[in-house]
């Protein structure tokens, strides 16, 4: 299976995958997860010609355990808590809400730096593309969604270049429509599927936010 030279590459092809269905309409916009999903969110917001902004996704890990998620928050002021999950692992309120500040303050953070005064998208009723660089469990993909569900969006489409099939399989139970390039099986890493997957950095997503058609 032919690796992409990078995001920008794999942007581009993604973007001619969603050309049919979604470019130039006035109701579909792209957010990307940063960092590396704005590389490839660029491309595809630029091959559509549709807008391009950011969802900021930060998991609820349990204390001292922190890959295993309890919930999540977004952008836009959205908390998804697994309810069931905090109810069978008796984890105290109190506990939620300190995991809960110490990453809404990180998100805030990080909206600060990659938006700065300018205010999140409204998304209600709108087809929103939710794009990344690759997926691997997709846990971060699935708060993403229901983050969007939480704000009304129209239609949620995950968007990605590379990700595993079972990934794929799962979100679309969830999701509207799920666009996968490349399924690579057996699957090891996201950056496996690049020849170039250097880290991105804080700046270059502000740029490529900034740096409009």
Same mark, same amino acid.
Request: with cysteine; hydrophobic share 45%.
């Given at each position: 299976?032919?690796?992409?030279?990078?995001?920008?590459?794999?942007?581009?092809?993604?973007?001619?995958?969603?050309?049919?269905s979604?470019?130039?309409? %006035? *109701?579909? $916009? +792209? =957010?990307? =997860?940063?960092?590396?999903?704005?590389?490839?969110?660029?491309? +595809?917001? *630029?091959?559509?010609? +549709?807008?391009?902004?950011?969802?900021?996704?930060?998991?609820?890990?349990?204390?001292? %355990?922190?890959?295993?998620?309890?919930? !999540?928050i977004?952008s836009?002021?959205?908390?998804?808590?697994?309810?069931? $999950?905090?109810?069978?692992?008796? +984890? @105290? /309120?109190?506990?939620?809400? *300190?995991?809960?500040?110490? &990453?809404?303050? #990180?998100?805030?953070?990080?909206? =600060?730096?990659?938006?700065? &005064?300018?205010?999140?998208?409204?998304?209600?009723?709108?087809?929103?593309?939710?794009?990344?660089?690759?997926?691997?469990?997709? @846990?971060?993909?699935?708060?993403?969604?229901?983050?969007?569900?939480?704000?009304?969006?129209?239609?949620?489409?995950?968007?990605?270049?590379?990700? /595993?099939? %079972?990934?794929?399989?799962?979100l #679309?139970?969830?999701?509207?429509?799920?666009?996968?390039?490349?399924?690579?099986?057996?699957?090891?890493?996201?950056? $496996? @599927?690049?020849?170039?997957?250097?880290?991105? @950095? *804080?700046?270059e997503?502000? !740029?490529?936010?900034?740096?409009?058609?």
């Amino acid at each position: 299976m032919r690796r992409f030279r990078d995001r920008v590459e794999a942007g581009s092809e993604l973007g001619e995958r969603l050309a049919e269905s979604y470019a130039g309409r %006035q *109701d579909v $916009l +792209v =957010l990307a =997860l940063p960092r590396g999903g704005v590389v490839v969110g660029r491309e +595809v917001a *630029d091959g559509l010609g +549709v807008p391009l902004d950011v969802l900021l996704v930060r998991k609820l890990g349990f204390p001292g %355990q922190r890959e295993l998620a309890m919930g !999540a928050i977004a952008s836009g002021g959205v908390r998804v808590l697994n309810e069931a $999950l905090l109810k069978q692992t008796g +984890v @105290s /309120p109190g506990l939620v809400e *300190d995991v809960v500040g110490r &990453e809404q303050a #990180e998100l805030e953070r990080r909206e =600060l730096l990659y938006r700065g &005064e300018r205010p999140a998208p409204d998304v209600a009723g709108r087809i929103v593309l939710v794009v990344d660089d690759g997926l691997a469990t997709g @846990s971060t993909m699935l708060a993403a969604v229901q983050a969007l569900r939480s704000l009304l969006a129209g239609r949620v489409v995950v968007a990605v270049p590379t990700a /595993p099939r %079972q990934t794929c399989e799962a979100l #679309e139970g969830v999701a509207d429509e799920v666009v996968c390039l490349r399924q690579p099986d057996p699957f090891y890493a996201v950056g $496996l @599927s690049y020849e170039d997957f250097a880290e991105v @950095s *804080d700046d270059e997503v502000r !740029a490529l936010l900034t740096d409009r058609p």
